[in-house]
C-alpha cells in the first residue's frame, strides 16, 4: 500500500489538509460530549491560530454536552473532525441526540469519513491492512477494530498488525493507554467512560492528556483493550 496512491484512491469523503499552512498540528481522541474535558485539553495544548487540532470522530454521545462539542468545533477556523460511527447514527437517523441544533447537524453530515496530509491520515476505526485503502468502504473507516470475521474485541486488532503506509490516527477502540508504533496512533482512552482524553502532537510524538469530571458511562473491562506493539 503506498501512500500516494492509496489516498488517490480514497475519494469517499476525504479532506486533504495543507500541512504547510499550520506550525503545529494535535490529533485529539473520541470527545463523547464531554465539553468540559475537552476544554481543559485545548487550555492545556494552548493552540495559537497556526495550531490545528484534528479530532477523530465521535464528537456526541454518551456524554453530557455534545451540542457544546459539535458548536466548540464547528466554530473554529483551527479545529476539524472525522466522521465517527456515532455521527454516522445520526446521520441515518438511527438515533436521536438531545441537544443537536440544526446547525450542529449540518456540521455533522458535512465531516469527512477521512482527513489526511502527507504521510498522515486520521480516520475514525481504522483500515483493514490486508488491502488498500481504495478498496474500503466509508463504514470499513468508520467501525474498523478486530480482523476477526464478526469485527468484535478479539485479537487481532488492525492497528497491531499494521505497519504500511500513511500512518493512521484512530479512536473508537477503547484503550487503556494510548498506542503508537510506525503505522498507527490510537487516541481513543476512553474519557466518557471515566479514561483519559488524549492528544497527540505529531510534530514532537508526545501525548497530552486530562482527567475528566466524572464517569458518565460505565464499560466492561473485557471491551477496554490494552494495546500491543506491532510485531
Not at 479532506?15 to 499552512?21: G, K, V, W
Not at 440544526?102 to 465531516?111: F, K, Q, V
Not at 473485557?222 to 510485531?231: G, K
Request: proline share 5%.
Amino acid at each position: 500500500m503506498t501512500s500516494d496512491r492509496a489516498l488517490a484512491e480514497l475519494r469517499e469523503s476525504h479532506h486533504r489538509i495543507e500541512a504547510d499552512r499550520w506550525d503545529d498540528i494535535y490529533v485529539v481522541g473520541d470527545v463523547h460530549g464531554c465539553l468540559l474535558a475537552f476544554e481543559r485539553l485545548v487550555d492545556r495544548i494552548d493552540p495559537d491560530d497556526d495550531t490545528l487540532l484534528v479530532v477523530v470522530g465521535d464528537l456526541i454521545r454518551k456524554g453530557p454536552d455534545s451540542h457544546g462539542v459539535v458548536e466548540f468545533v464547528r466554530e473554529r477556523d483551527n479545529v476539524v473532525s472525522v466522521r465517527g460511527n456515532n455521527e454516522g447514527k445520526v446521520v441515518r437517523g438511527d438515533t436521536e441526540v438531545p441537544g443537536l441544533t440544526g446547525e450542529d447537524r449540518a456540521y455533522i453530515e458535512s465531516l469527512p469519513h477521512a482527513i489526511s496530509w502527507d504521510g498522515h491520515l486520521v480516520v475514525h476505526g481504522g483500515v483493514d491492512p490486508r488491502k488498500s485503502l481504495g478498496d474500503h468502504d466509508p463504514a470499513e473507516l468508520l467501525t474498523m477494530r478486530s480482523l476477526t470475521p464478526d469485527g468484535s474485541y478479539d485479537r487481532p486488532y488492525w492497528f497491531e498488525e499494521y505497519d504500511d503506509s500513511p500512518r493512521v490516527f484512530f479512536g473508537h477502540t477503547v484503550l487503556a493507554e494510548p498506542y503508537e508504533s510506525a503505522g498507527a496512533v490510537g487516541l481513543d482512552t476512553g474519557c466518557v467512560y471515566g479514561g483519559e482524553l488524549t492528544a497527540y502532537h505529531v510534530g514532537s510524538g508526545e501525548f497530552v492528556t486530562v482527567d475528566p469530571e466524572e464517569t458518565y458511562q460505565e464499560r466492561s473491562d473485557d471491551s477496554i483493550v490494552s494495546p500491543r506493539l506491532s510485531q
